[in-house]
């Protein structure tokens, strides 16, 4: 019996070691399987799983325009978040290979799926450079980092126009930015749930700690400073601290975004060579001190620190040949640098919608907004955001009179 065992043991390890090794990938492979996915790479970063379950804009109104020049007009309305009604509402930006996004209204669910979806449609269509013009007074603080990490992923820029506004929850959203480019008044309060059960400062306390460690990650990994945080659960919620140049350039939430840029220097200096990262550095200190609104004495809006910028950035060998798409402020150029697809690019296979729920570099020069008057933080007023939270941390007052669940708010 015991030579039959021993038998036994002598066949499957016979049959082990003739099994043979995972195949080895080598260069040739690497680049052999690179080219079958030839193809233009516009998003670095990973972009999660999207949920394209139906959704609507009901807190805001968004435009989509293929241009950088907002003096000629908002754009065409963008009505649906559907896949393909978002293709097409892009697909003329492939032509510029940039999009502009400009949304006016609260921050809640819906706008986190709209730069969530915007974000992997102009990614399938090869529209690398992204501008989201923005005009908020707040909303709900989960949305805001939801939206925000939409934000960073897929290589934003953010405007904060001379008409426009961000307060509250919409400062998040400037964290993650790649570039922020600031005309309008920025201002932040204190986080409050409207409709809190809470009977004493420590109960209070608590529900603000369940956010908390989540906001500061958020903020860290965006390379912002944790005195955001601070402000949030420290100036009244009846009041708005306008945030300064200094202020908005200390916390890192304006101009080039700081983890952004590390990672840029490292991968620019094998693209492009350490001259092409001297003379970036070397512009972003003129666009410091000749672009920013402290060096012209003059308040600007977006449109002329961009003409400071284009114009001044020549003078460093910008955009050039080498890199071009590189080059300072390249979501400006167009169609000079882009589309980096052909235009018969091959359609992508449309995501297929889950079934809906039943009953239903440090730059100062964009740091323009100096103490302002805060401005009327009524917005568009919100209903109930498909995908919203039942008890959002959220960050406008208007909430409280519009029959939201309770909401954690940085509320004046």
Excluded at 70 to 87: F, K, M, V
Excluded at 95 to 111: N, Q
Aim: proline share 6%; charged share 25%; hydrophobic share 40%.
């Amino acid at each position: 019996m015991r030579l039959h065992w021993i038998l036994i043991a002598l066949c499957l390890l016979g049959s082990a070691c003739s099994r043979q090794s995972e195949p080895t990938l080598t260069s040739a492979n690497a680049n052999a399987d690179a080219e079958l996915g030839t193809g233009p790479v516009v998003q670095r970063k990973p972009q999660d799983a999207i949920d394209w379950s139906p959704v609507r804009l009901e807190a805001g109104d968004a435009w989509v325009d293929c241009s950088a020049d907002y003096t000629l007009g908002g754009g065409r309305p963008l009505l649906s978040l559907a896949y393909e009604d978002l293709r097409r509402s892009l697909q003329d930006c492939r032509g510029t290979g940039l999009l502009r996004l400009r949304y006016k209204g609260k921050v809640t669910a819906s706008f986190a799926a709209l730069m969530e979806r915007s974000g992997k449609v102009a990614g399938d269509l090869g529209i690398g450079k992204r501008i989201l013009d923005i005009d908020s007074a707040g909303g709900h603080v989960e949305a805001a980092i939801r939206a925000g990490d939409a934000i960073g992923e897929n290589d934003w820029t953010i405007w904060v126009r001379g008409d426009s506004v961000c307060h509250s929850a919409c400062v998040l959203l400037l964290a993650a930015g790649d570039m922020r480019v600031i005309a309008g008044p920025v201002g932040i309060h204190r986080m409050i749930r409207l409709r809190s059960s809470a009977t004493s400062r420590k109960e209070l306390g608590e529900e603000l700690r369940t956010v908390s460690d989540e906001l500061r990650n958020y903020l860290e990994r965006n390379g912002a400073s944790d005195k955001v945080y601070d402000l949030m659960t420290t100036v009244p919620n009846r009041t708005l601290r306008i945030l300064t140049v200094d202020e908005l350039d200390q916390y890192g939430l304006s101009g080039a975004n700081a983890v952004e840029d590390d990672l840029n220097r490292i991968r620019l200096a094998r693209r492009c060579g350490t001259d092409f990262l001297q003379r970036r550095d070397a512009f972003r200190r003129a666009y410091d001190a000749q672009c920013a609104q402290g060096a012209l004495g003059e308040t600007q809006d977006i449109d002329q620190i961009n003409q400071c910028g284009l114009a001044l950035r020549g003078q460093f060998g910008f955009p050039g040949a080498q890199c071009a798409d590189e080059s300072p402020m390249a979501e400006l150029d167009g169609a000079i640098l882009m589309p980096r697809v052909p235009q018969d690019m091959p359609e992508p296979t449309v995501p297929m919608p889950d079934p809906p729920p039943a009953g239903a570099g440090r730059v100062k020069a964009p740091n323009v907004a100096s103490v302002a008057p805060a401005v009327d933080a009524a917005s568009t007023q919100p209903g109930p955001s498909a995908g919203d939270d039942p008890d959002p941390l959220a960050a406008d007052e208007a909430a409280a009179d519009d029959g939201e669940d309770a909401s954690l708010e940085i509320a004046r």
